[in-house]
């Protein structure tokens, strides 16, 4: 006659059964027991929250947004437009982010007059002028009022100094605004 015993155990492990042999051979007596293996999927490790190098870059670019609307605010518009460019969030997945940094941009481009366009194209180097060209096309997809007219003098500024090779590059570059 076999005596069965079910314990309960901690979730995550199934019912243990111990069973005991005859009551004749009980100097013999090894239990038998099935265990599953513990279930460690409900342990999930977030590593963004311990990413402290991205908490630094976005607070730098909180700081460098900043400093944008100073220098728009005292009139240096070739210099919000560099500080704008050279802090771009080209390799951020934040969509938010990228979004705020297009306002501005839009916001500087439409604040720098038609006879400064030039002398703002000729001061930045490639990789800049491709980041604007990025900006440029950007804004042609969220047009506002009056928007289109002033991208399209940048966008003819822009082509002048880089030429169609800037075009291409934005269009076959992954890193989207």
Not at 129 to 154: C, N, Q, R, V
Request: aromatic share 8%; charged share 20%; glycine share 4%.
């Amino acid at each position: 006659m076999f005596v069965r015993w079910r314990y309960w155990t901690a979730p995550g492990i199934s019912l243990v059964n111990v069973s005991s042999p005859p009551a004749s051979n009980s100097r013999t007596f090894q239990p038998s027991i099935s265990v599953n293996r513990i279930n460690y999927s409900f342990i999930q490790i977030h590593v963004s929250l311990f990413n402290v190098k991205g908490r630094e870059t976005s607070r730098n670019r909180t700081i460098a947004i900043k400093s944008v609307l100073v220098y728009r605010n005292h009139g240096k518009n070739i210099e919000a437009l560099k500080n704008c460019l050279s802090n771009a969030p080209l390799s951020s997945r934040n969509q938010v982010l990228k979004d705020a940094a297009l306002a501005i941009v839009m916001r500087v481009l439409m604040s720098v007059k038609s006879s400064q366009m030039e002398e703002a194209v000729n001061v930045l180097d490639r990789e800049q002028l491709d980041i604007l060209m990025k900006y440029i096309y950007k804004g042609f997809e969220t047009p506002s009022e009056g928007s289109s007219g002033h991208l399209l003098a940048w966008h003819e500024k822009v082509h002048a100094v880089a030429g169609v090779g800037c075009i291409v590059r934005v269009l076959t570059d992954r890193k989207r605004l």
